[in-house]
C-alpha cells in the first residue's frame, strides 16, 4: 500500500487531496502547522501531522513521524492579492517563504530518500496564474512561478534516480480560503489610486463562465502522482484546461 505526504491540509485543495488519496485506499499523512483530526476522515490510514514548511526542525520532525513516503505532495501556501507598490518586502518575503523556499524545503528534505530507493513522486502546486498574466497577484505569480522553472529543471535532474516531479496548476476556485487566510496581509495594499481598477477586476471574478472545485484539484494531483510518462503539466479545472490550451 502506497503512503503520500500532502502538505497543507487544513482547508482547500490539501483536504480535499488527502479525502481522495485516502478514498482510492492509500496510506496518507495529512500535515497542518495547526493539526485538526475532525477535518479528515477517521481512519488506521489518515494520519494528521504537524508541519510548518517554513522551519527545518518542523520539516524534519514531520518527516519522521511519517515514515517511509511514495508521494509527496507539495501544497501548502498562502495567497496575497494587492497592489505590488503598496506591498512591504517583509511581505513579499513571508509570501516567498512557504509558497516557493517551503517548497525547495520540503523537496530537498525527500530526495535522499527518493533517490536511494529509486523512486518516488513529487507534486508542486502552482497556479493558473503562471499560465496567463493576472492583475494585483504579482507577488502572489512570482512565487508560484519560480516553483514552475524550478520543478521543469528538478524533473531533468531526477529522471536518471527513478524519480518523477509534476505541476499541478489550479484554475480560480473562489470556494478556496485564498483570501481569507491573506486577509492580514492584504490590509492597505489596496490604495486609492488603486481602488477603480480592483473593483473592476473583482466584478469580472463573478461574470467567469469556468471556475476550479476542489476536486478537480484533487484528481490533477492524483493523476500526476500515479503519471509514468514524461508530463510534466496537469492543469486543473476548466478555467485553467482552457488556458493551457491557449498559452
Given at each position: 500500500?502506497?503512503?503520500?505526504?500532502?502538505?497543507?491540509?487544513?482547508?482547500?485543495?490539501?483536504?480535499?487531496?488527502?479525502?481522495?488519496?485516502?478514498?482510492?485506499?492509500?496510506?496518507?499523512?495529512?500535515?497542518?502547522?495547526?493539526?485538526?483530526?475532525?477535518?479528515?476522515?477517521?481512519?488506521d490510514r489518515l494520519h494528521v501531522v504537524?508541519?510548518?514548511?517554513?522551519?527545518?526542525?518542523?520539516?524534519?520532525?514531520?518527516?519522521?513521524?511519517?515514515?517511509?513516503?511514495?508521494?509527496?505532495?507539495?501544497?501548502?501556501?498562502?495567497?496575497?492579492?494587492?497592489?505590488?507598490?503598496?506591498?512591504?518586502?517583509?511581505?513579499?518575503?513571508?509570501?516567498?517563504?512557504?509558497?516557493?523556499?517551503?517548497?525547495?524545503?520540503?523537496?530537498?528534505?525527500?530526495?535522499?530518500?527518493?533517490?536511494?530507493?529509486?523512486?518516488?513522486?513529487?507534486?508542486?502546486?502552482t497556479s493558473s496564474a503562471t499560465l496567463?498574466?493576472?492583475?494585483?497577484?504579482?507577488?502572489?505569480?512570482?512565487?508560484?512561478?519560480?516553483?514552475?522553472?524550478?520543478?521543469?529543471?528538478?524533473?531533468?535532474?531526477?529522471?536518471?534516480?527513478?524519480?518523477?516531479?509534476?505541476l499541478v496548476e489550479p484554475g480560480y476556485?473562489?470556494?478556496?480560503?485564498?483570501?481569507?487566510?491573506?486577509?492580514?496581509?492584504?490590509?492597505?495594499?489596496?490604495?486609492?489610486?488603486?481602488?477603480?481598477?480592483?473593483?473592476?477586476?473583482?466584478?469580472?471574478?463573478?461574470?467567469?463562465?469556468?471556475?476550479?472545485?476542489?476536486?478537480?484539484?484533487?484528481?490533477?494531483?492524483?493523476?500526476?502522482?500515479?503519471?509514468?510518462?514524461?508530463?510534466?503539466?496537469?492543469?486543473?479545472?476548466?478555467?485553467?484546461?482552457?488556458?493551457?490550451?491557449?498559452?
Amino acid at each position: 500500500m502506497k503512503t503520500v505526504l500532502i502538505t497543507g491540509c487544513s482547508s482547500g485543495y490539501g483536504l480535499e487531496t488527502a479525502r481522495h488519496f485516502h478514498a482510492q485506499g492509500w496510506n496518507v499523512v495529512a500535515t497542518m502547522r495547526t493539526p485538526r483530526e475532525d477535518v479528515v476522515p477517521g481512519s488506521d490510514r489518515l494520519h494528521v501531522v504537524s508541519l510548518d514548511v517554513t522551519r527545518p526542525d518542523s520539516i524534519a520532525a514531520a518527516l519522521e513521524a511519517s515514515g517511509p513516503i511514495d508521494v509527496l505532495v507539495n501544497n501548502a501556501g498562502i495567497g496575497l492579492m494587492g497592489a505590488f507598490e503598496a506591498t512591504p518586502m517583509t511581505t513579499v518575503r513571508d509570501v516567498f517563504e512557504t509558497n516557493t523556499f517551503g517548497v525547495m524545503a520540503m523537496t530537498q528534505a525527500v530526495l535522499p530518500r527518493f533517490r536511494a530507493r529509486g523512486s518516488g513522486v513529487i507534486v508542486n502546486v502552482t497556479s493558473s496564474a503562471t499560465l496567463a498574466p493576472m492583475p494585483l497577484v504579482a507577488v502572489y505569480t512570482a512565487s508560484k512561478t519560480a516553483i514552475e522553472g524550478f520543478t521543469a529543471s528538478l524533473a531533468f535532474e531526477l529522471e536518471e534516480f527513478g524519480v518523477r516531479v509534476k505541476l499541478v496548476e489550479p484554475g480560480y476556485c473562489p470556494n478556496t480560503r485564498f483570501t481569507s487566510n491573506g486577509g492580514a496581509r492584504m490590509e492597505g495594499l489596496f490604495p486609492e489610486a488603486y481602488a477603480p481598477f480592483a473593483q473592476r477586476i473583482f466584478a469580472s471574478f463573478g461574470q467567469l463562465a469556468a471556475v476550479t472545485s476542489e476536486s478537480d484539484v484533487a484528481e490533477a494531483i492524483w493523476r500526476a502522482a500515479n503519471d509514468t510518462s514524461r508530463t510534466l503539466r496537469f492543469p486543473a479545472g476548466p478555467d485553467a484546461v482552457a488556458l493551457a490550451r491557449s498559452a
